[in-house]
């Protein structure tokens, strides 16, 4: 008989778990009580990412003058931009519940728990459903923290879920949360034209990355006039005539016209019947597994932000395979775990940001001798041509091998020039592998071949 495999959640994890598992001949079924794709495609990965090209396209045509072309004036037709958005959500919808089909994945439209380990219950609109399952797999997501000196209301103070885009567009915007979620989205705005002030609790943003790559995402931000209000900590929000007053716990305050709120998220594990099933959750709510997600109820999986792991779509994509296949007994053969520290990540601004592998700080902590080169793209060619030379390739090796231990990268393109480094990393690969590479001239992609010399 075909393992019985029930998926709760149609986000990055559940879709490849699902499609994965059906291929090597699961009865599979996925339950997904909003749209498949999960947060990712609705909310957080692909929204945030159309929002960012189309202020990009309107940050190039500030720079049109540069190019040597007469100047433009861009503006933003709000009702455009919101179809634009749907339209990208729709179709990535589309594509991605006729592949489930395709692959004979049963889907249901409903809201899934455990009733027990071996039974799982949906609710749709048609009644309730039980499901026994010889495997589950938990990836119902997170959704974001709303802190509880907030009320979000939609209008002028906004959870990132309501910047999409939001009712009017922010003339003045104070972004609290200096993570990757809120730099992003003070660079949206920015690139829409808005004043903003971004509300730092410590005295770096991005605080996880390297100080050097940070410095330069500072830099950019205060030449465009972005005002950074660093060792702060936003404790309170009223709604004033026209607009908000953010307090600050040092007694700083901020006015806009809007606040954003992006400091952190929750996960979406309170409702899912953990204890019926006894799962353990740690003391966040987010399930506790092992490196092959799975639960301490060995047959119930959680992947994906759930997991508690890397909250990336990138990762829980890669879980939700890893997760099929040991579903299927596969893990025995050429399985490789997943290295959460190899996971290539990237940062969506202007200049965009990735990083992968070792962090210089954390080499420098553990007293690990690495070799550290980085070339300007200031000297590269293609950079020059694209009238945009910010930033630089940074790469950690180690001297004695060779081998690439990580590296980051800040300049136009970064989220997809770090994938050379981020194969060097995972492959073992060393500098001279990638110096001697012939690449492409002239390519940005030049800059890793120097800094690899
Ligand atoms: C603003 C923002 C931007 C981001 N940008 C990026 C990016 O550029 N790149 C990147 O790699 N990551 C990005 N992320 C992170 C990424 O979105 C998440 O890591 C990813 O979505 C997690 O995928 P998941 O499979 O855990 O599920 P999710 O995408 O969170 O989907 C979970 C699904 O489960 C469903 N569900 C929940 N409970 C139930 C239930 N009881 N029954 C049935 N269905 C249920 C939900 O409706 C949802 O569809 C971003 C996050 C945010 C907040």
């Excluded at 202007?350 to 902590?365: H, K, Q, S, T």
Aim: with cysteine; aromatic share 4%.
């Amino acid at each position: 008989m075909a393992v019985r495999f029930v998926i709760v959640g149609g986000g990055p994890a559940g879709l490849q778990a699902a499609t994965h598992a059906a291929r090597f001949g699961a009865e599979v079924t996925l339950v997904e009580r909003d749209i498949v794709g999960g947060s990712a495609n609705l909310w957080d990965c692909i929204p945030s990412k159309a929002m960012i090209a189309t202020g990009g396209v309107m940050s190039v045509t500030r720079r049109a003058h540069g190019m040597g072309l007469m100047s433009m004036d861009a503006a933003v037709d709000l009702e455009a931009l919101r179809q634009r958005m749907a339209d990208v959500e729709n179709h990535l919808a589309t594509s991605f519940t006729d592949l489930l089909r395709s692959q004979g994945v049963r889907v249901i439209e409903g809201t899934a728990r455990l009733k027990g380990p071996h039974e799982v219950v949906a609710e749709t609109a048609g009644g309730v459903e039980e499901l026994a399952a010889d495997a589950v797999l938990l990836s119902t997501g997170s959704r974001p923290r709303v802190p509880e000196w907030a009320q979000p209301d939609g209008q002028r103070v906004l959870t990132t879920r309501q910047a999409y885009p939001p009712p009017e567009l922010p003339e003045h915007l104070v972004v609290v949360g200096s993570g990757v979620t809120g730099v992003e989205f003070v660079h949206m705005f920015r690139s829409f034209g808005a004043k903003v002030i971004l509300i730092v609790s410590r005295q770096q943003v991005l605080p996880q990355k390297d100080p050097e790559v940070a410095a330069a995402l500072e830099e950019d931000f205060l030449r465009s006039g972005v005002a950074l209000l660093k060792g702060a900590k936003a404790v309170g929000v009223d709604r004033v005539d026209g607009g908000v007053v953010v307090h600050c716990d040092d007694g700083r305050t901020a006015r806009g016209s809007h606040v954003l709120l992006a400091v952190g998220a929750l996960p979406n594990s309170e409702a899912l019947g953990l204890d019926e099933a006894g799962v353990e959750a740690d003391a966040h709510g987010y399930v506790t597994v092992n490196h092959h997600c799975q639960s301490n109820v060995r047959h119930i999986y959680a992947a994906g932000d759930l997991s508690g792991k890397l909250p990336l779509a990138s990762v829980a994509w890669t879980q939700g395979r890893k997760v099929a296949e040991h579903v299927m007994g596969f893990h025995t053969r050429q399985h490789r775990h997943l290295d959460y520290d190899k996971a290539a990540s990237a940062v969506f601004t202007e200049p965009e940001i990735a990083d992968v592998g070792l962090p210089e700080a954390e080499a420098f902590a553990l007293g690990r001798k690495i070799r550290v080169t980085k070339v300007p793209f200031a000297a590269n060619a293609r950079a020059l041509i694209e009238g945009d030379s910010r930033g630089f390739v940074k790469i950690l090796s180690d001297p004695a091998t060779g081998v690439v231990l990580g590296g980051s990268i800040v300049g136009r393109r970064a989220a997809e020039l770090i994938s050379v480094l981020a194969l060097a990393v995972t492959a073992d690969l060393k500098v001279s592998d990638i110096s001697e590479s012939l690449m492409v001239h002239p390519a940005l992609a030049e800059a890793l071949a120097e800094a690899a010399e």
